[in-house]
Every structure is written in C-alpha cells, then in structure tokens.
C-alpha cells in the first residue's frame, strides 16, 4: 500500500503542472514504455479508483477539481446512491457486474432511480448465484455493461456517489467505466460503511442488514443492487440527518466530520 501511495503522490506531483496523457504517467510514473494497452491498465489500476484523478476520453488525465459544490447545502446536493452485484471477486481477476442499481436523492427525497441486469460475459460462481439468485440464466438475454454504460455515466458523473463499502462498487465501476467510455464519473464519493463509523459509534455491527434494522429500514429484496440501494439510501438519510445535527450542513463540513478522529 505505501508503494501505491508514493506512486499516486508522483503522479499527482505530475498533474499539478497540467494534463498529462495515459501512456506519459505509464512512462513517467511506472516506468512502462511497451506494450500500449498494458501500460494504460496499470495506470487506471493505479489512478482509476482514486478520487483526485480524473480522465476524458482521450486518455488525458487531470486532477479533480469539477463536480458538487462542497459548499453547496446538503440539502441542495443529488446523491446518487448505488449497488452492483457482481461475479465475485475483483475486476482486476476479471469478475464483472451482474447487476446495478442507481436511487437519486435529492431534497431528502428519491428523484429517480435506475436499475438494470448485466450480462458480465462470463459464468456466474453457484455459490454467487446462491446468495444474490442471480443465475446465468437471468443475465443471458440482459445487456453487456457497455450498451448501458452511457446512462449510468451520465446518472452518477457530478453527483454525489453513495454506497455501503464504497471502495468495493466504486472499484467494480470505474474499472468497467474506463473500459467501456475511456472516462470515470466526477465527484466526491461517501461510504455509509465509514459514516456509521463515525456518526453510530455505539452499534456493534455496522454491516448494512445491522443498519437497517437498527434504523427499522426494510429490505425489498437483499442482496439484490435495487433493494439494497434503496435501503442503504434509506440508511443514509438516517445517517445525514445525524450529521446535520452534529453541524454539517455542506460537503466541506460532512467531510471534515467524517475524518475527524475520535467518536464523539
């Protein structure tokens, strides 16, 4: 992890100074100067999931600086809470998303949602299947990401993005939104795994079924991404107005909460 670290830091160092393309931090930062689409995987591998790294279409990478207002009042804010099932794994072994799920927020109410199976291309694991009752056949007639990966784009880039253990649907989308669009979605990212964390310090557990019950959310249906992206959207509700109440009213200041150290 630190080696990851210090090679980001270089890349940021980079950045700072301007635009920089894909194969330029693959030479620069990794040292890769070969095979082309090798060297632009292991820089969105490095970059891809770090939240102060941007890149357009055409490979050219910048620094984050668009997105939400982090003055903007939370109320004021569209968040867009998701869920992705998928094969299992990591998308660095090849596991895909089987199914994703988008609850927009905006005002403390949904303003709309999206939800979608997807063909991953590959056999889903039984004891996958068994947990989320998604099963090959479901997903053989359903689209493959890239046909959808426009409007989900569209659906999460500027907003807010939501989930429960964030880095892990994060990590599965970007990776499959760089492959499909050459870009990622901009925007701050909140992980309501951290948020309990921090604002429900008291609560043994803080799995996504411990929330909701401790919060008397339901579950349309569990392990599925639009039941569980309405429930941990429920979750966060719950979980923002506490925030609120310990005197986060904007970006800025919920996530000087959510960092600060010690439980309070």
């Not at 968040?79 to 998928?86: G, K, L, M, N, S």
């Not at 429960?164 to 870009?183: E, I, K, M, V, Y």
């Not at 039941?227 to 719950?238: K, P």
């Given at each position: 992890m630190k080696g990851h670290l210090s090679l980001a830091g270089r890349a940021a160092a980079i950045l700072q100074g301007g635009a920089a393309h894909t194969l330029d931090l693959a030479r620069e930062v990794l040292g890769l100067s070969g095979n082309a689409g090798a060297a632009s995987s292991a820089v969105f591998t490095l970059l891809g999931a770090d939240p102060r790294f941007r890149v357009d279409r055409e490979g050219w990478w910048s620094l984050?600086?668009?997105?939400?207002?982090?003055?903007?009042?939370?109320?004021?804010?569209?968040?867009?809470?998701?869920?992705?099932?998928?094969?299992?794994?990591?998308?660095e072994r090849g596991h895909r998303i089987t199914e994703v799920a988008v609850v927009e927020m905006r005002g403390g109410g949904v303003a709309g949602e999206f939800q979608a199976l997807v063909n991953p291309g590959r056999p889903i694991p039984p004891r996958i299947s068994r947990l989320t009752g998604i099963t090959d056949r479901m997903v053989a007639g359903a689209p493959y990401f890239h046909?959808?990966?426009?409007?989900?784009?569209?659906?999460?880039?500027?907003?807010?993005?939501?989930?429960?253990?964030?880095?892990?649907?994060?990590?599965?989308?970007?990776?499959?939104?760089?492959?499909?669009?050459?870009?990622?979605?901009?925007?701050?990212?909140?992980?309501?795994?951290?948020?309990?964390?921090?604002?429900?310090?008291?609560?043994?557990?803080?799995?996504?079924?411990?929330?909701?019950?401790?919060?008397?959310?339901?579950?349309?249906?569990?392990?599925?991404?639009?039941?569980?992206?309405?429930?941990?959207?429920?979750?966060?509700?719950?979980?923002?107005?506490?925030?609120?109440?310990?005197g986060a009213h904007d970006l800025t200041s919920l996530l000087r909460l959510l960092q600060r150290k010690g439980s309070s």
């Open positions: 984050v600086g668009d997105g939400p207002d982090p003055a903007e009042e939370l109320n004021r804010l569209t968040f867009a809470v998701v869920d992705v099932e998928t094969t299992g794994g990591s998308p046909e959808m990966a426009q409007e989900l784009f569209m659906r999460l880039d500027g907003r807010v993005l939501v989930a429960h253990n964030a880095p892990f649907d994060w990590r599965f989308l970007s990776r499959q939104l760089a492959d499909a669009l050459g870009c990622v979605p901009q925007g701050a990212r909140l992980c309501t795994l951290q948020m309990a964390r921090r604002l429900a310090p008291g609560l043994a557990r803080k799995n996504l079924d411990a929330l909701a019950s401790h919060f008397g959310v339901p579950f349309l249906s569990r392990h599925r991404a639009h039941g569980d992206a309405l429930a941990t959207a429920q979750v966060f509700s719950y979980l923002l107005d506490e925030a609120r109440s310990r």
